[in-house]
């Protein structure tokens, strides 16, 4: 803009230069002419009265003795045109070689009475010339004319001295104005370009930037705008990132996944938790389509019959990848708080997988208590139908069923009493006590106990715990059923003249617990759902052996209420270890 202003100024100014310099030489040359004109007027005048004697009295020589010495004084040229256009006296040249004059138009002008006036060139003396015709008179006629005549070559010369003095006096008021217009534009532009420069950083997002520019003028009220603008962009931006800020974070805490989308499905904006959901890892997802982040066409259909139907849909979902997740949806339109018109939709997602396994457990829990105590009470009542149908007569037949159906009175005690120890366990019903238990002796407790159980199978119940084994906090209670329920399925799922060994020791901070049996083994496939309720590798000998089907998940409750850590190893044929790791909280 500097170099702008600079060369329009000097533009200006040159054109201002050349146009009054060529008027001041018009003016001068104007001036110039007219005193010429004036003097040759004036001596042709004089001249006409003395050449008016010489025509009458046709004195020839005379006339021409008079131009001479009136010629060489005056430094002109002067001739004498008779009523018929012949020269009759010449100062510089021949007459008789000069052609008829009649046609010229100051003569012309002359014999009408006027004083003839031309410029032009004359083809005897070869130079411009100026002419004046001045008629001479007899009475009131004409009777010839004298013309007097100057070459005008010094208006060249006053052109050219006219042109020298401008040329002078243009260069150095050239050179001032060329310092005092780079002065202007410099400080025209100087905070200009300040402004701009500050104009540019706001934009980038400079909102601290000043501009220093002191001045009253519409500059610096500019300056002092963009300031005051700059001020109120930054107090709006901060309170905007401060609520952006906190609704961000508010969002980002939230424990349900959270999606919003544009009318033309594209993504708005998603939370962390919803990323977490669908397993996304991209970055940089705001502005990308829909379905070029989440690859789900339920999720795409909800929105576009929201869009199309302007509705509020529940609907769930599905995903297999990278594990098997359940989500219920609720998703909503979004519009402008004065408007129906839909910018966008809104998807709440909620993790409902836990819930609809809880659902499931549920269900098949009522389904297994329902199966496991119908087959008791049938074989009871069948039984007891039978006796009373005169089976009780017959001694032998009598006691053999009067003991299944003790046995299986005893089986539907055990189931209940398992199913009631879980129901509150899951539901805490029963107060855990926090007790010192010594491990070493609680376990060979537990080993006293079931010793009988083990002998009846020709098991080798093998113990090996350390001496110095740490003891453990908790309620010694359900620490020793959950030892029993362990020992006692190794016992039962042992063949005979088997082995189970208990070992325990400590591990760091840390009692490892360990129960191995050369038993029949778990297959691989079952080893995840073990401690799921009622469930049962082989129900068949599960039943055989007495079993309920709640023993282990009631272990699972048990280690949780230890913050324990429980695994297990097994092999088909070879036998089955579980491991507890249970914290001492030392």
Excluded at 265 to 271: D, H, P
Excluded at 421 to 430: D, G, M, R, V
């Amino acid at each position: 803009m500097q170099k702008k202003i600079f060369a329009y100024t000097m533009s200006v100014l040159i054109i201002t230069l050349v146009i009054s310099g060529f008027f001041t030489f018009e003016t001068i040359k104007k001036v110039h002419f007219v005193n010429i004109e004036e003097k040759l007027v004036s001596e042709a005048y004089i001249l006409s009265q003395v050449l008016a004697e010489n025509m009458l009295s046709n004195d020839i020589e005379h006339m021409k003795s008079t131009l001479s010495d009136v010629g060489k004084e005056l430094h002109v040229r002067i001739t004498v045109i008779d009523n018929q256009g012949m020269v009759l006296g010449e100062t510089d040249y021949d007459p008789k070689y000069m052609e008829n004059h009649l046609q010229r138009p100051e003569v012309q002008e002359a014999f009408q009475g006027e004083v003839g006036k031309e410029i032009r060139y004359s083809g005897t003396l070869k130079v411009d010339l100026m002419y004046i015709a001045y008629p001479i008179f007899n009475a009131d006629n004409v009777i010839g004319v004298v013309r007097l005549s100057t070459p005008i070559k010094e208006i060249n010369g006053l052109r050219r001295s006219v042109n020298t003095n401008l040329i002078i006096a243009f260069i150095p008021g050239l050179l001032l104005s060329l310092l005092l217009m780079y002065r202007i534009s410099v400080s025209i532009t100087r905070p200009i370009k300040e402004i701009k420069d500050a104009a540019v950083d706001i934009t980038h997002g400079k909102l601290d930037r000043s501009i220093n520019i002191i001045s009253t003028d519409e500059i610096g009220e500019l300056a002092k705008a963009i300031d005051f603008m700059a001020a109120s962009l930054r107090e709006k931006i901060n309170s905007i990132k401060d609520k952006n800020t906190k609704m961000e974070a508010i969002l980002s805490s939230v424990v349900n996944g959270i999606i919003a989308v544009d009318s033309h499905k594209n993504i708005l904006f998603i939370n962390p938790m919803a990323q977490k959901m669908l397993n996304i890892t991209e970055v940089d997802i705001a502005g990308k389509h829909l379905l070029q982040v989440i690859r789900n066409n339920k999720i795409d259909n909800m929105i576009k019959n929201i869009l199309e139907n302007r509705s509020f849909e529940e609907n769930e979902i599905t995903v297999s990848y990278p594990e098997e997740k359940i989500f219920r949806l609720y998703s909503n339109s979004i519009k402008y708080p004065d408007s129906d018109r839909i910018i966008g939709i809104i998807i709440i997602m909620q993790d409902v997988t836990e819930i609809k396994k809880l659902e499931k457990m549920r269900s098949e829990f009522v389904a297994n208590v329902s199966h496991e105590l119908k087959t008791p009470l049938t074989s009871i009542k069948g039984f007891v139908e039978t006796l009373k149908l005169g089976a009780i007569e017959d001694k032998d037949a009598s006691t053999r069923f009067l003991n299944i159906i003790e046995d299986e009175a005893d089986r539907l005690n055990r189931l209940i009493i398992d199913i009631l120890s879980l129901s509150e366990l899951e539901t805490q019903k029963t107060k855990s006590r926090l007790e010192n238990i010594n491990t070493y002796d609680k376990i060979m407790e537990i080993v006293s106990m079931l010793q009988n159980q083990a002998s009846k199978k020709n098991i080798n119940l093998l113990t090996n715990i350390a001496t110095d084994v740490s003891k453990l906090e908790g309620d010694s209670d359900q620490f020793k059923q959950m030892l029993i329920n362990l020992v006692d399925n190794a016992i039962k799922y042992t063949p005979e003249y088997g082995v189970v060994e208990i070992a325990a020791y400590n591990s760091g901070s840390d009692v490892v617990i360990r129960i191995k049996d050369n038993g029949i083994g778990i297959p691989k496939e079952h080893i995840p759902r073990l401690f799921e309720r009622f469930y049962r590798v082989d129900k068949a000998r599960s039943r055989n052996v007495g079993g309920t089907g709640l023993g282990l998940a009631i272990v699972k409750y048990i280690a949780m209420q230890f913050e324990s850590k429980i695994e297990v190893q097994s092999e088909v044929s070879k036998g089955t270890e579980f491991i507890l790791t249970i914290p001492t909280k030392a």
